[in-house]
Structure formats: C-alpha cells, structure tokens
C-alpha cells in the first residue's frame, strides 16, 4: 500500500464527514489497518530506516533493563512465575536482550522468567504466536494495537472488573494472568495526539481538512471535548498568560492506555520509558510550538501532513498525567527520574569500562599500531551510542 492510497483513505473521510481532529488524523497515518505506519510490513527501526530505539544501538541498554528486572524480581520476594509483559515491543530485540542476560548472569532468576511481548506490527514479517495461557493467535507478536487500549468509559474503582480485558481473568483452568511488569519503551509518545492553540483568552483545536488540490491542510474549531478544552487547567498550566499561536499536544490515549495497565495488574510494576516530563516543565510559555516531531529517513520534521502512513509522528509524554491517573486506580509512584540517572544507577558506567577492558584493550595498550587506532574509534562509536 501507499502513502496516496492512505492519502485517498483519509481524504474520502473528510470529505464525508468533515474535518477531523488532528488526533484522528495521526491515528489514521501510524494505525489504519493495511496502511498506517506501525501495521505496515517491517518495523521502521534501524540503520536503514526512520528512526532508533536505545535497543538497536547496543546490548548496554537490555543488560541495564535485566539488572531492573531482576531488582523488581527480589522485590517481590523471588515469585517462581515472573511475568513481563512488553507493550509496543517492535522486533523484540529487548527481549532477546533480557533473556540472554539473564541466562548469563542470572540464571535463576531466567529459570522464572516469563518475558511476553505484545507490538502492532503485521505484515510479511510478523510471527503468529499463541497466548500462553488461552491459546489465542496473536498477530505481529501483539495482541491489540494501542488505541485499542481506549475506552470512552473512563475506568474508576466501581467499573474496574467489568473492564478488565478477557485474557486479564484467566484461561480456561482458571488462572489468571496478571504480569509482574508492564514494560513500555517508547510507546506512548507515539499514541495519537489532539493539538490545541491559544488564541486570545481562548483554546482553539486544530483540525485536519483537505484543499481542492487534495493537499492536507490545518483548520481551527472549538475544541472536539471538555477534556481536550478542560486538560491543561486540569494540571494548573497558565497558558491564557502565553504568548497568541502557542500550541501543544494533548494525549488522551495517554490516560486510557494508564487505566487498561492498571486494571491488568495485580501486583508488581509498571516501568514506562519514554520522552516526556511533568506538567510544568512539558507545558512552558517557551515551547511555543510544542514537541510534534515526525521522523522519515533518519531526518526529523515538522510537517505531520507530509507522507501519511511513511513516516513516525511523535509528541512528548505528560507523565503528570500518568501519574495522577495511575495513582487514582491504586498506582503508586516509585521513581521519577532521567533515562541518564536509571541506567546510571543500574551500573552502565561499570559495564563500559568492563567491555573497554575486556574487548578495546588495544585502544589503551597499542594505541599507536593500525590496529590499536582502529579499536579506539570503535570504543569512542560504543561510548557515543550508550550516551551516559
């Protein structure tokens, strides 16, 4: 399939219907069956492709990730049955990671290790894979694509049994599947984003229309909500005092994907990594044109209308926003922090200077011979990729 034939898609739909959000808009461009950019063939990660996850640049990250888990592990008090659960899991080259560093330096832990992964991905390449516990064909080593973590319901204390998805009650002997850890590595980001602009004393939404030339183009409305207009009061963001055109996203998806999380688990973690801050650092008068990235070809842009279904659109987290939620539904936080100081604190600066030792010696004790060079330029590639 092609961009123009998503193009066609999307157009006939506002043709129909009329403009829509720019929310539905990017859910169309990343998760339209057949056409969007996370369920069209192989996963755009990579030297060859849009963009990279920490994962493709080096065993470090997934060494540092085991070291997490394994902590999470004893924390619980050793469980004989450990389930991971990895959402937007891509290739699955984490988990791949995990398990081989387990296997190496932990294998007890490895013994109880139950590490699942669920991606949106379909095409050529995805694996059909069975539910371990029901026996369910999942596809494209998933079982449902983000939004399908939407719910127009919101989950609250007196729904939280009537939402919870059937694989989350148990299998047919009756045991419940309930991850230990709910692992997410840049998947929010990339969930479908309404975009708002301050205009006067007032929120505008932007909209996505279609020109008689057939080309995308940005229209403003009132807000499609309340919960679009009512967001940012909600975490106190003085946007009335910010300067006219000023605009930001806002992931409602975000709060439906933290409310499904919730009422899958039991006990244990939920460990989100992705780009993102508070409320008040993400939501500044200086941001004027909020944090919309899209990325085709390794090149970051800002023109999301561009090549729908071909390239990645992402926006920033609001972890307040996760926060709050989770914490209303009986999630708790137990560490707020950069990726810098977590992979810090799970020793990746031991671990450079282990790898330097055990496989750039050259680099330090034959220095001036070729080969010597040669192991030194790939020692500085190693130090640059793991960015700590």
Not at 265 to 281: E, H, N, P, S, W
Request: negative net charge; aromatic residues 12%; charged residues 30%.
């Amino acid at each position: 399939m092609s961009e123009f034939d998503l193009q066609q898609l999307i157009s006939e739909r506002i043709q129909r219907d009329g403009p829509i959000t720019f929310a539905e808009y990017m859910r169309m461009a990343l998760y339209e069956p057949e056409y969007g950019y996370y369920v069209t063939g192989a996963a755009k990660m990579g030297w060859e492709a849009d963009y990279f996850t920490s994962t493709d640049i080096s065993s470090l990250f997934a060494n540092c990730l085991g070291r997490q888990l394994f902590a999470m592990w004893e924390k619980l008090k050793r469980p004989g049955h450990f389930i991971v659960l990895e959402q937007g899991a891509g290739r699955g080259h984490l988990a791949e990671g995990v398990r081989s560093w387990a296997q190496k330096e932990a294998p007890e832990f490895y013994e109880v290790l139950d590490y699942r992964t669920e991606d949106v991905r379909e095409g050529e390449d995805a694996i059909e894979e069975h539910h371990p516990l029901q026996g369910q064909p999942l596809r494209g080593r998933g079982q449902a694509p983000p939004l399908l973590y939407t719910n127009e319901t919101p989950i609250s204390q007196d729904n939280i049994e009537e939402a919870k998805p059937e694989y989350s009650r148990g299998d047919p002997r009756g045991r419940p599947f309930s991850p230990s850890v709910v692992l997410s590595n840049e998947l929010v980001d990339a969930f479908p984003v309404h975009i708002v602009e301050k205009r006067g004393e007032r929120l505008y939404e932007v909209f996505v229309d279609v020109q008689q030339d057939d080309r995308f183009c940005e229209v403003s409305g009132e807000p499609s909500s309340p919960e679009v207009a009512g967001y940012l009061d909600t975490y106190k963001i003085p946007w009335r005092t910010f300067e006219d055109g000023w605009r930001t996203e806002i992931n409602l998806d975000a709060l439906r994907w933290i409310q499904r999380t919730a009422v899958l688990m039991r006990k244990g973690f939920v460990l989100t990594i992705d780009y993102g801050d508070k409320a008040k650092a993400l939501y500044t008068a200086w941001r004027r044109r909020g944090t919309l990235l899209c990325y085709y070809k390794h090149q970051a842009n800002e023109r999301p209308l561009l090549h729908p279904g071909k390239q990645d659109i992402t926006a920033h987290v609001n972890f307040s926003a996760l926060i709050d939620e989770g914490r209303r539904l009986g999630i708790h936080v137990h560490r707020f922090t950069t990726q810098r100081l977590w992979l810090q604190g799970l020793g990746i600066q031991e671990e450079l200077e282990q790898r330097y030792l055990n496989e750039f010696a050259d680099a330090e004790f034959a220095r001036a011979t070729d080969r010597g060079q040669i192991a030194l330029l790939k020692w500085r590639d190693v130090r640059q990729r793991a960015a700590v």
